[in-house]
């Protein structure tokens, strides 16, 4: 019966179908230990069409699904989010140290370049909300610049959480309480337990649904720091490289790469050096954005 869904068995056949589906179409490779997973996470998706079976669900994806619409909830339902504010604190600081304070001092010269920051893989939003503070925080005479942070992510879900801007009280529990008092508001009434990110803090953030392996992304121009944390880690050595490649054509030379604690770029590209803490500095142009 349909309703039993997550008591349904995975053979090996759908398996491979189902996550040559998902690589092919997000670049995310699901290993032989993520078979369990890939099931209960699309569990839900079969109850939904009632189908009795994976390989029912996986027709429906190639011949009734002409405009992606459900592989758009299997890519919502598989993709993994964990993120924080200030989650490595030191990143913040490199972007503080190597980007906004030498802007500072251009502009006290006369020079006020546009700052355009990417969070690639954003999740529900702490990242470029994280920096939006950082920039608040740290540009004098905010409302003179042209600044922009931009949040992507190939879940729709996680995007619509993040413009919401609304989070549980515990996630900036850890957050020094001046910071918080200056960038969220204190939820009351059916909002207890909540806070939101101040509207002068959203206006510096705009977000948009980027795969990263589509053969262009919707920019025309060139960011000064591409934040792209633990995202590569669920791609093989091939997409990694495909990846950073196309990063390399909308970074400004001297731009900032940050990369997570866990992925290790090294040797993987001769247009990004290291300067510690996963922190990478893009040597040069590579061609023209479209």
């Given at each position: 019966m349909a309703w039993l869904a997550s008591e349904t068995t995975m053979t090996n056949a759908?398996?491979?179908?189902?996550?040559?589906?998902?690589?092919?179409?997000?670049?995310?490779?699901?290993?032989?230990?993520?078979?369990?997973?890939?099931k209960g996470r699309l569990a839900k998706r079969l109850r939904h069409h009632a189908y009795e079976s994976f390989a029912q669900y996986y027709d429906h994806l190639k011949n009734r699904d002409p405009h992606g619409a459900e592989l758009q909830e299997m890519i919502n339902a598989v993709t993994t989010h964990k993120t924080s504010f200030f989650r490595e604190s030191h990143h913040f600081d490199c972007l503080r140290e190597r980007l906004l304070i030498p802007a500072n001092r251009a502009a006290a010269q006369g020079r006020r370049a546009p700052i355009r920051i990417w969070s690639a893989g954003c999740s529900s939003g702490e990242e470029p909300y994280s920096i939006a503070i950082t920039i608040a925080a740290n540009l004098d005479r905010l409302n003179t610049w042209d600044v922009k942070t931009l949040g992507s992510d190939i879940d729709t879900d996680v995007l619509d959480k993040a413009r919401a801007a609304i989070y549980p009280s515990e996630s900036v529990s850890d957050l020094p309480p001046d910071l918080v008092r200056r960038n969220f508001l204190a939820g009351n009434g059916k909002?207890?337990?909540?806070?939101?990110?101040?509207?002068?803090?959203?206006?510096?953030?705009?977000?948009?649904?980027v795969n990263l392996m589509q053969e262009t992304w919707p920019f025309h121009g060139?960011?000064?720091?591409?934040?792209?944390?633990?995202?590569?880690?669920?791609?093989?050595?091939?997409?990694?490289?495909?990846?950073?490649?196309?990063?390399?054509?909308?970074?400004?030379?001297?731009?900032?790469?940050?990369?997570?604690?866990?992925?290790?770029?090294?040797?993987?590209?001769?247009?990004?050096?290291?300067?510690?803490?996963?922190?990478?500095?893009?040597?040069?142009?590579q061609g023209d954005v479209e």
């Amino acid at each position: 019966m349909a309703w039993l869904a997550s008591e349904t068995t995975m053979t090996n056949a759908e398996f491979e179908l189902l996550r040559a589906l998902m690589y092919e179409h997000s670049g995310i490779l699901l290993k032989d230990a993520k078979r369990e997973l890939l099931k209960g996470r699309l569990a839900k998706r079969l109850r939904h069409h009632a189908y009795e079976s994976f390989a029912q669900y996986y027709d429906h994806l190639k011949n009734r699904d002409p405009h992606g619409a459900e592989l758009q909830e299997m890519i919502n339902a598989v993709t993994t989010h964990k993120t924080s504010f200030f989650r490595e604190s030191h990143h913040f600081d490199c972007l503080r140290e190597r980007l906004l304070i030498p802007a500072n001092r251009a502009a006290a010269q006369g020079r006020r370049a546009p700052i355009r920051i990417w969070s690639a893989g954003c999740s529900s939003g702490e990242e470029p909300y994280s920096i939006a503070i950082t920039i608040a925080a740290n540009l004098d005479r905010l409302n003179t610049w042209d600044v922009k942070t931009l949040g992507s992510d190939i879940d729709t879900d996680v995007l619509d959480k993040a413009r919401a801007a609304i989070y549980p009280s515990e996630s900036v529990s850890d957050l020094p309480p001046d910071l918080v008092r200056r960038n969220f508001l204190a939820g009351n009434g059916k909002q207890a337990g909540f806070v939101q990110v101040k509207p002068a803090i959203r206006d510096l953030v705009r977000f948009g649904r980027v795969n990263l392996m589509q053969e262009t992304w919707p920019f025309h121009g060139k960011f000064d720091a591409i934040f792209c944390r633990n995202v590569m880690i669920y791609f093989d050595r091939d997409v990694q490289r495909h990846v950073l490649e196309k990063f390399a054509r909308y970074l400004k030379p001297g731009a900032l790469f940050f990369a997570g604690h866990s992925e290790n770029l090294l040797g993987m590209s001769n247009f990004l050096e290291p300067i510690g803490g996963t922190v990478y500095l893009f040597g040069g142009a590579q061609g023209d954005v479209e």
